[in-house]
């Protein structure tokens, strides 16, 4: 399995590109910025991306995505909640007045993703968890005993829920009831920062346990 990580953007979003090794099929997620630098570790990494999933649709999320979308010719997915962002509505506008950035109008999604949907690329295979709080679309994909947790959980920290859309109640409710019901090894890749696990957060993360 390949899982190849590019901090992208003011943000330092962190970009996932997950591929297998036999077939090399691969996924994009969370296409911050920087289409350039994404598509040149594709190239290198030598992967067919066959789908861009999003966990969410704020801005330093999204991007490169017209551009990495354009030039693969992958499938877009993400979860219903969040699809309107894509249009320019709620979180993305909003973001985009927050950071004072600008970035192309992102393409629609081709795929709207739930709870409990199952994402396949060669051999590997993810399942999608809606994990509102961040955003009332944020998702986190779960598989081959990680998962990419987006903005609902980072190394000893969460997403912010003081924009709109977002919900400390919900995300604390999002974490407890859908990622540390899993096991300790789980890796967790967040949105922003390094890697963790489930276990380490469960026992340290001060929003956790406090």
Known sequence: ???????????????????????????????????????????????????????????????ALKAVKQATGAELAVQTDDAKSLRGKGGLIISMLVSGLAYPKPPPPDRLLDDGDSLDIGNLHFKVLHTPGHTPGGICLLGEGMVFSGDALFNYGIGRTDLPGGSYRQLIESIQTKLMVLPDDTIVYPGHGCETTIGAERTGNPFLNG
Not at 15 to 28: A, R, T
Not at 36 to 42: A, D, F, H, K, N
């Open 1 to 63: 399995m390949i899982i190849d990580t590019v901090v992208v953007g003011p943000f330092a979003t962190n970009c996932y590109i997950v591929g297998s090794e036999e077939g090399k099929e691969g996924i994009i997620i969370d296409p911050g910025d920087e289409a350039g630098v994404i598509l040149e570790r594709v190239s290198e990494l030598g992967l067919d991306i066959k789908l861009i999933v999003l966990t969410h649709g704020h801005i330093d999320h999204i991007g």
